[in-house]
Nanobody, 120 residues
Framework: VQLQASGGGLVQAGGSLRLSCAAS????????MGWFRQAPGKQRELVAR???????TYADSAQGRFNISRDLAKNTVYLQMTRLIPEDTGVYYC???????????????WGQGTLVTVSS
């Protein structure tokens, strides 16, 4: 499994970014995909997850502002982030897990991370 995350950068509060995760060796139809965030000095947290059948779930902090989606033809997962706030700052990782509705602990394949910095 290889996961290549991209799209991070510096953005002002209120702005938007779209992260991409190009996946190889992963079959979306039998794997859950997730976006995780690790803020400075904090533990990694699950921000958004899409199940193998395409159903998304979000952390409370991301609900209503972030959107996770998949492009099956490109084998790519996206995280569209809007109305960004400084608390969204961190390294964002995409990850995969075998299974329809993987829990956070089940994600075992990780990309290299992309840094998102939101300035106030």
């Amino acid at each position: 499994v290889q996961l290549q995350a991209s799209g991070g950068g510096l953005v002002q509060a209120g702005g938007s970014l779209r992260l991409s995760c190009a996946a190889s060796g992963v079959t979306f139809g039998i794997n859950s995909m997730g976006w995780f965030r690790q803020a400075p000095g904090k533990q990694r947290e699950l921000v958004a997850r899409v199940t193998s059948y395409g159903s998304p779930t979000y952390a409370d902090s991301a609900q209503g502002r972030f959107n996770i989606s998949r492009d099956l033809a490109k084998n790519t997962v996206y995280l569209q982030m809007t109305r960004l706030i400084p608390e969204d700052t961190g390294v964002y990782y995409c990850a995969s897990a075998f299974g329809c509705e993987a829990s956070m602990a089940e994600f075992g394949s990780w990309g290299q991370g992309t840094l998102v910095t939101v300035s106030s």
